[in-house]
């Protein structure tokens, strides 16, 4: 069945770092790829989100890119802030758009 | 513009007791509703999903119940609590479209004690 991995955490940066957090995932067909960001003690924010392959999807310096080659849509920033302090969940959608799949979360913490 | 709903924000509850939590959805119409469950540190478990009013598909076996009496409410249930019932819930919804995203609630913190 359909499914996403991503990078086990936490991860801790310093204050302008390059941040990366691999996914990578697994679906018939042509899902659609989101990234999801949650603040301590709040729902799920979405961050960005891409629907069709070589697709980037971008919001607040963060980007992504869906990989259909390598099955993956890594979120990227090129210098991080102490305010992007948060978990962040990769996710999909299959063909009929129903069903999400998550991955498990990756705590990032940035220190100044 | 859309918004959800989901009240209360946090609950306490001894085990045994019943459990209601309510989710409404303002601003779109036949919306897709969900119920998630976040434990402690991990990730997201999908409990239930409507795509329709009286229409609920269950993901997890358990003492759970949903219903959806109205096109943009969700009602997550519990006849009676366990303390594995712990945990952040969230209500999400998503519009039709194959590509729409999910939208979350802000959750509720329940504590079974």
């Known amino acids: 069945g359909d499914s996403v991995t991503q990078m086990e955490g936490p991860v801790t940066l310093s204050e302008e770092a390059f941040l990366t957090i691999n996914c990578t995932y697994t679906a018939t067909g042509y899902p659609s790829l989101f990234w999801y960001v949650q603040y301590p003690g709040e729902g799920l924010q979405l961050l960005l989100k891409?629907?069709?392959?070589?697709d980037k999807g971008s919001n607040k310096g963060f980007e992504a890119t869906y990989r259909k080659e390598t099955t993956s849509f890594h979120l990227e920033k090129g210098s991080v802030q102490v305010s992007d302090s948060a978990v962040y969940f990769c996710?999909?959608?299959?063909?009929?758009?129903?069903?999400?799949?998550f991955g498990t979360g990756t705590s990032l913490t940035v220190i100044p | 513009s859309q918004t959800i709903h989901q009240w209360p924000a946090t609950l306490v509850q001894p085990v045994g007791s019943p459990l209601s939590l309510e989710c409404t959805v303002e601003g779109t119409s036949n919306p897709n509703l969900y119920w998630y469950r976040q434990a402690a540190g991990r990730g997201l478990q999908l409990l239930f999903y409507?795509?329709?009013?009286?229409?609920i598909s269950s993901e997890v076996p358990q003492n759970l119940s949903a219903s959806r009496p109205q096109d943009r409410q969700f009602i997550l249930s519990s006849k009676k609590l366990l303390l594995s019932d712990s945990g952040f819930y969230l209500c999400?919804?998503?519009?039709?479209?194959?590509?729409?995203?999910?939208?979350f609630g802000n959750g509720t913190r329940l504590t079974v004690t």
């Open positions: 996710a999909l959608s299959d063909k009929a758009g129903n069903q999400f799949y």
């Open positions: 891409a629907t069709k392959a070589d």
């Open positions: 409507s795509v329709g009013i009286g229409q």
């Open positions: 999400a919804w998503r519009g039709q479209s194959n590509n729409s995203p999910l939208h």
